[in-house]
């Protein structure tokens, strides 16, 4: 049996892992602040979770971080969201439950799971993708995260598509995530908004109490034109950005997830069609576009697998 | 010793290499048409090599071919350049030789011989982009080529960096090659002749007969400021590629080759303050920019290391 903890800004969610990689018990609590808390907070969750599913002892531990980490050094050496610099994360948890502790990025961990356990199980090679606030990315590569010879791999959201384009919050311009983020969407759907004062789009943000992700989707669905121009924008953006993961990495799988992804099988059968004209694969052999399939639990599973 | 074949469009090169990666003969010949007496010529200049060089036999061949190949079948799917459907290069080769034949991608192959004997060696990781014609590209993971789960990845300049862009050869619009290519920057070269018709530019074409990928560079040797404002485009559409490949892969080394790398290092100086600032590496270890150091052998020494 081992633990995965996902560590996020928001809250800390943790699980029992089996050999199977069925999680047979999960929690989550509010994340503190300062690495002494976390850590604090880590242990007590994990030692809740045992004596909830009776379990006595553990082989290991394994937590999915936000930022920039060294899984070699299991130091999380950067992370705006945890105001963290260069915090020993693994020897820091590994003291306290006297087991292995190893630590990997949040994003590349969740595609593990996914990897693993999920939508591209038993496949040899997948890029996850979540479409949420950012664009977030996992490389995964002969069953295993790819992460590059410094750790730092798979900013697929913060490659860019549209040179001088729209400002990135990473300060690039034109990035990926500025377009085909929920952020970005929202962007798009607010500026369509001020464009089409009869669109539908402005009863379903009064009726949502706000614009978001499903503004434009939602309206579509009812026949709005000036919502279908966005989402159309919206998958052109998407397909654009997929299509180059193809050309360069012809994953046996790519997988979507992220909040987006919510809009389900129809975001797939729709960005099908645009990404065809646009991928170098000759042949039977092309890659498969794919949902998410474990949703929060991801991470849970990957961060346990690390 | 090993046989290395670069088998091109125009002419077939090959090398005896050593088990030091050292070629110690090589020639060339110019490519016949079709495929039988494609391997006829692979077959003779394998021949005469061995004879000048007083070698009896050899362990492998390899050969690096354009287009989208089946390297564990053996097989060059589809090459535009040849004119190659299908044709099961390595076992027509191998019944020629009597020796083992393994065939790849000749990006691919050349990105080998620069990661084992050029200038990534010793290094894990490395990303071979050259600047030619077209941008090509082979990337190197762990030591040894990552090709995709079809092996057809590695398509760098096939990328968009500017959403609708420019036409690109490969139908796509605003693919990276139709910016960083010699042909993309003959084609900005000429679309600012056009609008300063005092231009150093016209008086460098005259001389040398036609627009080139040097013109630009070298009237703004000469301080001409048209020509300047085209390199300074260029060399910004190039760190846009480049800032992408790293934000995905890290590689340890980001290596440069084809016609427009010689320029030399003065290319490497521009270009690597215009990535720093786009790079998403936190820490000391960020991704080194080289030229590429063998020039035409590394498809020969990379083919024979297939």
């Not at 130091?75 to 087991?99: C, I, K, T, W, Y």
């Not at 996914?114 to 090679?125: I, L, P, V």
């Not at 992700?213 to 966005?230: I, L, M, P, Y």
Request: aromatic residues 4%.
């Amino acid at each position: 049996m081992r633990i995965g903890i996902d560590l996020g800004g928001t809250n800390i969610a943790a699980g029992l892992v089996d050999v199977s990689c069925a999680i047979i018990a999960k929690d989550s609590v509010r994340t503190p602040a300062g690495a002494d808390a976390i850590v604090s907070a880590m242990a007590d969750l994990t030692r809740s979770l045992c004596q909830k599913a009776g379990v006595e002892t553990i082989e290991s531990a394994g937590v999915g971080s936000p930022g920039s980490i060294d899984a070699s050094a299991g130091v999380v050496v950067f992370s705006n969201n945890l105001h963290f610099r260069n915090v020993p994360l693994a020897d820091m948890l590994s003291e306290r439950l006297g087991v292995l502790v190893k630590i990997g990025n949040d994003a590349n961990a969740a595609a593990l799971g996914e990897a693993r356990a999920g939508a591209a199980k038993g496949r040899e090679s997948m890029i996850l993708v979540t479409l949420g606030t950012g664009v977030g990315g996992g490389i995964i590569i002969g069953g295993e995260i790819y992460d590059g010879f410094n750790g730092m791999a798979g900013e697929v959201g913060h490659t860019v598509i549209v040179k001088d384009g729209a400002l990135c919050t990473c300060g690039r311009k034109g990035c990926w995530e500025a377009y085909t983020s929920a952020t970005g969407l929202i962007r798009m759907t607010k500026e369509a908004m001020e464009r089409a004062p009869d669109s539908l789009m402005h009863k379903i943000t009064r009726d949502m109490g706000k614009v978001s992700g499903r503004t434009a989707f939602a309206a579509e669905r009812r026949g709005d034109a000036a919502a279908g121009a966005v989402v159309s924008a919206y998958l052109s953006y998407t397909a654009c950005g997929l299509a180059n993961l193809i050309n360069l990495f012809q994953p046996a799988v790519l997988c979507l997830g992220g909040g987006i992804a919510n809009e389900g099988q129809t975001l797939i059968e729709r960005l099908e069609p645009l990404l065809e004209p646009e991928c170098f694969d000759v042949g039977e052999r092309k890659t498969v576009l794919r949902l998410a399939e474990l949703g929060n639990d991801a991470g849970i599973i990957g961060a346990a697998l690390l």
